[in-house]
């Protein structure tokens, strides 16, 4: 029996996305786990943004089997972490239609950071009065701001990425990614003491 190789990319030596996808377009689970296990903090932010107070883990967990089972509807081509994003982020709004719930926003694990040096108590107590301040502006925008806005600088996708996991066209995205940063602008201000 002859294997198929699957395409690497030259500079991390990993298995490309598009290999991965027509393996698991044919049936290959293993090849779906590597995906699975290469998108789960992005599908896990994801669900946070779009479903804060909602069970993480089964939000995350019914977006995957659900692109498990629509892999036939994947467009061969197409970048893969957009049209999962789509997915998750439906299956988090599905969950807040039944739910019919809204709790706050967790985003602090979503835009925790990593450092190079210890920060000072006084850079601690800043970024984590600033964060605050940016917890609670997020929180006081509709779920399509903080989506949109959590997609371009949480998630860092592209616009075309975010015009796909959308599926507008990329002009859209730009005015809603504008108009969204207006109103977290007008929020966060609005927080300031004045």
């Known amino acids: 029996m002859h294997e198929r190789r699957l395409a690497r990319d030259p500079v991390t030596d990993e298995v490309d996305d598009a290999s991965l996808v027509e393996r698991a377009r044919e049936g290959d689970a293993a090849a779906f ?3 699975v296990d290469r998108y789960a903090a992005v599908a896990t932010r994801v ?6 107070g909602a069970d993480l883990e089964d939000t995350v967990q019914e977006g995957f ?3 498990w089972r629509s892999l036939a509807t994947f467009r061969p081509g197409a970048p893969f972490r957009p049209w999962l994003c789509r997915i998750v982020s439906n299956e988090a709004k599905n969950r ?3 739910a019919q719930r809204r709790d706050a926003l967790a985003l602090r694990e979503a835009s925790a950071g990593v450092r190079d040096a210890p920060p000072s108590p006084e850079t601690l107590a800043i970024d984590r009065d ?3 301040a940016l917890v609670l502006a997020m929180n006081g925008l509709r779920t399509d701001d903080r989506l949109i806005i959590a997609y ?3 998630l ?3 616009e075309a990425e975010i015009a796909e996991a959308l599926d507008v066209p990329v002009g859209t995205v ?3 990614l504008s108009r969204s940063m207006t109103r977290l602008r007008t929020r966060l201000l609005e927080g300031e003491p004045r």
Do not use: C
């Not at 669900?47 to 804060?52: D, E, R, Y």
């Open 33 to 35: 786990g590597v995906l």
């Open 47 to 52: 669900a946070q943004v779009v479903a804060p």
């Open 65 to 67: 089997v659900k692109a």
């Open 96 to 98: 807040i239609r039944s």
């Open 130 to 132: 600033e964060a605050e």
């Open 152 to 154: 371009r600088w949480l």
């Open 156 to 158: 860092e996708l592209s």
């Open 174 to 176: 730009k005015s809603r």
